[in-house]
């Protein structure tokens, strides 16, 4: 079967960094997105990545390592409004999108 | 803004009654998905439609139904409500050749099924 695996829900300190994981196994690869989701809100697209490596945007980046199944969401100077659940989603072989269950970030001050 | 409409926003009725929600998709994109996503869950795939046609089926329940219009706009059907059908549903919209089936979303219809 598809699976994707994510953390339920991680703890980070406003100005700090945090790195977010996202594990997969699918038929297939066609790519691999990150969504931020504020509680009762619309999924907003933050990264895509299809080949392996580092994408930097500002101050989140998204690492894709394809051998591994495994990719990570970085979020650097944390601020409150980053307080969200981070959804880690898959296009598969028939271009379908396989989502896991999504990472609720949560930033103290 | 992400270009994707959804009406109504807020919508309360009782259960065994029957609702249409609606989706104008992003002008140009051809795929439109439908999700739900009940109180702190995951987001839930039901449907997509790309230019008319169904592509993709999820885990879409026999009382819920849905459809794309020549205009591109889609609505979705939930028919026999039951309490568990409240929820947030979202619809989604892409166009393949741009940006790689990048999924773009409405602001979500919120239903309550009392």
């Known amino acids: 079967g598809q699976n994707i695996d994510q953390p339920t829900e991680m703890t980070a300190t406003e100005g700090a960094i945090v790195q977010i994981n996202c594990t997969y196994q699918t038929s297939g690869f066609n790519g691999l997105f990150w969504y931020q989701q504020h509680a009762g809100e619309a999924p907003t697209f933050l990264s895509y990545?299809?080949l392996d490596g580092l994408e930097e945007k500002g101050r989140f980046s998204s690492f894709l390592s394809r051998s591994k199944g495994y990719s990570y969401l970085l979020l650097k100077e944390l601020q409150m409004k980053d307080s969200a659940s981070y959804l880690c989603?898959?296009?598969?072989?028939?271009?379908?999108?396989?989502w896991g269950a999504g990472t609720k970030l949560i930033i103290k001050p | 803004d992400s270009g994707v409409t959804q009406t109504p926003k807020h919508l309360i009725t009782a259960t065994g009654q029957r609702v249409t929600l609606r989706c104008s998709p992003r002008s140009g994109d051809l795929s439109v998905y439908w999700y739900q996503q009940s109180l702190d869950q995951g987001l839930q795939f039901l449907i997509q439609y790309y230019n008319g046609e169904e592509r993709a089926k999820g885990n879409i329940l026999e009382r819920f139904s849905a459809q794309q219009f020549p205009d591109l706009h889609s609505e979705l059907n939930l028919s026999s409500l039951e309490l568990g059908d409240s929820a947030l549903y979202f619809c989604?919209?892409?166009?393949?050749?741009?940006?790689?089936?990048?999924?773009?979303f409405g602001p979500g219809t919120r239903l309550t099924v009392l």
């Open positions: 990545n299809v």
């Open positions: 989603a898959v296009l598969d072989s028939n271009y379908q999108l396989i």
């Open positions: 989604a919209s892409s166009s393949p050749g741009t940006d790689i089936n990048t999924q773009y």
